[in-house]
């Protein structure tokens, strides 16, 4: 199963959770396109041929560098909540609804953020980077194994609407692994959105048929929160870790929390700890539990609520956590229960052009709700919005809820070296940082990085206890000390789902672009 060695391209590098996906970015490429036209492409095919992670009605968090500027720019693709999302409009529950119509309570920026980064910084046409994505939706490509699974255990929640049933449960039934899925309806509202542009979505019929779909049913986005949503460019956030400049995207998404975790571990000599001992694991899932504390503390969207980012992001204060970490015990943290389905996706161009990106419908099929004829899967990430009055992240008008998605990027000498990024809510700063500081640590290469043994510590919804989920490739031993240390140790299989899919670009010595996809996943690295 393990792919031991990575991708190596010349000239460019595309990865990503689906090799369909991969290879439309790779064709957009080849038709003389830049690695921003290839990322739209690669961001519509997984909405497409990973639609139980992904989808329109979704979020996205964008990291780019345009070599002829020499800078990373963020673009916020995340929605708000509608003016209607008050606490009172959900009087008597304890919670918003995880599922259903009530559980769509923030507008999807997925195709404000195509829309802008190709506006910005795109060679071809929108409508040719959105070609590919639309022959999969209108002739169909073979069902992945990884949605075929993902169906079969969410089948009675796909059953309940029967706008989702019709598509994702034809003729009442899962559709097997391998046999052709079409979703004719996604096909057309992506030729609306090529030929209308993001104002066809947010403005036109797209919108008119979501909002209306919605409104009859008891929904609380209109047609007006859907024409009022604007993403945002914005500054990321860095930190500096031995020699590198390591980039984040700002709150509401939880991207600080990487940045923290590498701080902490800088005051370290991290190369010095045996890869894959109980040492390593411990003093990584400590130094992450430590600024998960932080994390649920203060995130939120910042338009809301200050977010103390310098005190969080300094060095002095990594050195304070790093001081906190017992060798030989497990610091008492709580978790929160998060949703876990995403897709991260990276292009890098002959021209040294670089895109990092990540996008999710929060959920296994996000709020499972398609909204009327439109083939749109709504997500349910406003779900994650308190209802307790004077919580940091309470649910607000016209707000932005607490993000897991964090896409990443680090620089060297002012020039891409990594970019990396995996699925999973909890997991994501966990994973990214096992596998940046593998490459940067313990100089293994990105395909090795993503496939040697990884952990989760946390919950994801439905789970009633914190655990620390090791790969049965772990060391026995390891697993052993760390659960004498007081980790509530769980093993799991030997490349297990539950760790995400994650993958990542190096630009190594020689100006070679290596990649390296996650075994785990259906993807692939692609480059030349």
């Known amino acids: 199963m393990e792919a031991n060695r990575p991708a190596i391209g010349t000239e460019t590098m595309v990865v990503s959770p689906h090799h369909l996906a991969s290879l439309a970015g790779a064709r957009i490429l080849e038709r003389g396109g830049n690695a921003f036209d290839a990322a739209v492409a690669v ?19 964008w990291l780019t560098y345009q ?11 995340s929605g708000r909540s509608g003016a209607g999302a008050t606490a009172e409009a959900f009087a008597g529950l304890a919670a918003i609804p995880t599922r259903g119509i009530r559980s769509a309570v923030t507008v999807p920026g997925m195709a404000d953020a195509w829309a802008a980064v190709h506006e910005a910084y795109g060679r071809l046409e929108f409508g040719e980077t959105l070609e590919p994505a639309i022959g999969y939706a209108e002739r169909g490509f073979p069902l992945s194994p990884d949605q075929y699974a993902n169906a079969r255990e969410h089948a009675a929640m796909l059953a309940a609407t029967a706008e989702t049933a019709a598509i994702y449960l034809p003729g009442g039934q899962v559709p097997a692994a391998g046999t052709r899925f079409v979703q004719a309806q996604t ?8 030929a209308g542009g993001r104002d066809a979505f947010y403005k036109g019929e797209i919108a008119a048929g979501m909002a209306g779909f919605l409104q009859k049913r008891g929904g609380l986005l209109t047609r007006e929160d859907f024409a009022e949503h604007r993403g945002d460019w914005v500054e990321p956030l860095a930190t500096g870790y031995r020699g590198y400049d390591v980039y984040q995207m700002p709150p509401n998404s939880q991207g600080f929390v990487g940045l923290m975790a590498l701080n902490v571990l800088e005051t370290f000599d991290l190369a010095a700890v045996r890869h894959g001992s109980a040492d390593y694991y411990h003093l990584l ?13 203060v995130l939120t969207d910042p338009a809301f609520h200050d977010i103390p980012l310098d005190r969080l992001l300094s060095k002095e204060y990594g050195a304070e956590l790093a001081s906190a970490i017992r060798a030989d015990r497990a610091a008492e943290v709580d978790a929160r229960p998060m ?12 021209e040294g052009n670089a895109v990092s990106f990540i996008q999710s419908l929060y959920f296994e099929f996000g709020s499972g709700v398609v909204a009327g004829d439109t083939g749109i899967l709504l997500q349910n990430r406003g779900s994650f919005f308190s209802l307790e009055p004077g919580h940091v992240n309470s649910l607000r008008p016209r707000k932005r809820t607490f993000h897991t998605l964090m896409p ?10 990594f970019l990396y990024g995996t699925q999973g809510g909890e997991g994501q700063p966990q994973t990214q940082t096992a596998i940046f500081t593998r490459m940067v640590d313990y100089g293994m290469d990105p ?6 043994p990884r952990w989760v510590w ?12 090791l790969e049965a490739r772990i060391d026995p031993a390891a697993a052993a000390a760390l659960a004498a240390a007081g980790h509530q140790v769980r093993i799991v299989g030997a490349f297990d789902a539950v760790m995400g899919h994650a993958h990542a670009i190096k630009i190594d010595e020689a100006g070679f672009l290596q990649g390296g996809a996650d075994p785990r996943s259906d993807g692939a690295a692609v480059g030349w």
Request: hydrophobic content about 35%.
């Open 339 to 350: 949703g876990s389905d995403t897709a991260f996706a990276a292009v890098v161009d002959k």
């Open 447 to 452: 395909q090795r990085a993503v496939s040697e």
């Open 458 to 469: 946390g919950r994801t919804w439905g789970e009633p206890t914190r655990e620390l989920k």
């Open 67 to 77: 070599a002829r500027e020499g800078r990373v720019r963020g673009y916020n693709g």
């Open 187 to 194: 096909a057309r509202t992506l030729r609306t959105l090529a």
């Open 285 to 297: 899932i400590e130094a992450l539990k430590l600024s998960f504390r932080d994390r649920d503390e």
């Open 408 to 417: 990443a990027m680090a620089l060297q000498g002012g020039r891409p070296r």
């Open 43 to 61: 961001s519509a095919c997984l909405a497409v041929v990973y639609p139980h992670m992904t989808g329109l009605g979704g979020d996205s968090f």
